[in-house]
């Protein structure tokens, strides 16, 4: 079992619909990191959180640190959103555990 | 101005081979990364590098090589290369002095390397 998991590991929206992406992990750690690998490989950090909740635009990035649970939200998900997101959590050390990703469409 | 960037972006190359992959970074940043994606898109890390010194070393096979001349550059050397070394690698920076991967890492744009 993989100490970092997301789901879904597909999901499928309608331009405009709310979307949520969960990370569940199973070990300590002192940071959660959010990431969005675009169809062109590219990889790009969207939130590094320790604890309650972030906003950036239309993504909030949640986490409940007894529940070792984070929620990735897209509010007004548009087709520019499709990409891979990538929750890893940073272990002491300099280390980020990386879940499997969750491959995002969004269709018009 | 590329905050991460590698050389070369793509490599071919046959088993046996030795090939190297450089990174620089100008943001300033203390700590270096190398992942490797694999061809079901699983990131993982390989090395890490604070100041040019070597912290973490993720049981990768003593073919790869990290070298940091200065801690804006980390470059990746491959001995004898395998089938299996084929992937996306990938080179990152984050502030991190602390230790703890509480920083925002950057991320370089990859270099595909397959291996014939």
């Known amino acids: 079992k993989n100490e970092v998991e997301q789901s879904p590991q597909n999901l499928t929206a309608q331009e405009g619909e709310f979307i949520t992406i969960n990370c569940s992990y199973s070990?300590?750690?002192?940071?959660l990191h959010w990431l969005q690998q675009h169809p062109g490989g590219g990889i790009v950090s969207l939130f590094m959180l320790s604890s309650g909740k972030k906003k950036h635009g239309r993504l909030i990035a949640t986490i409940n640190i007894q529940e070792k649970h984070s929620s990735l939200h897209i509010t007004a998900s548009h087709p520019r959103d499709s990409a891979v997101y990538i929750c890893a959590v940073g272990e002491y050390g300099n280390k980020l555990v990386f879940g499997a990703g969750t491959i995002l469409r969004v269709k018009s | 101005d590329t905050a991460v960037s590698q050389t070369p972006k793509y490599l071919v190359t046959q088993m046996g081979n030795d090939k190297s992959i450089k990174c620089e970074q100008n943001?300033?940043?203390?700590?270096m990364y190398w992942y490797k994606q694999d061809s079901k898109k699983f990131l993982k890390i390989m090395f890490s590098?604070?100041?040019?010194?070597?912290?973490i070393n993720e049981t990768v096979p003593n073919r790869f090589s990290p070298k940091s001349p200065d801690k804006a550059h980390l470059n990746l050397h491959i001995n004898s290369l395998e089938l299996g070394d084929s992937a996306v690698y990938f080179c990152?920076?984050?502030?991190?002095?602390?230790?703890?991967?509480?920083?925002?890492?950057?991320f370089g744009p990859g270099t595909r390397l397959t291996v014939l």
């Open positions: 990152a920076s984050s502030r991190d002095a602390s230790g703890r991967a509480s920083d925002t890492q950057y």
């Open positions: 590098y604070n100041n040019k010194e070597l912290i």
């Open positions: 943001l300033g940043h203390d700590t």
């Open positions: 070990v300590g750690i002192s940071a």
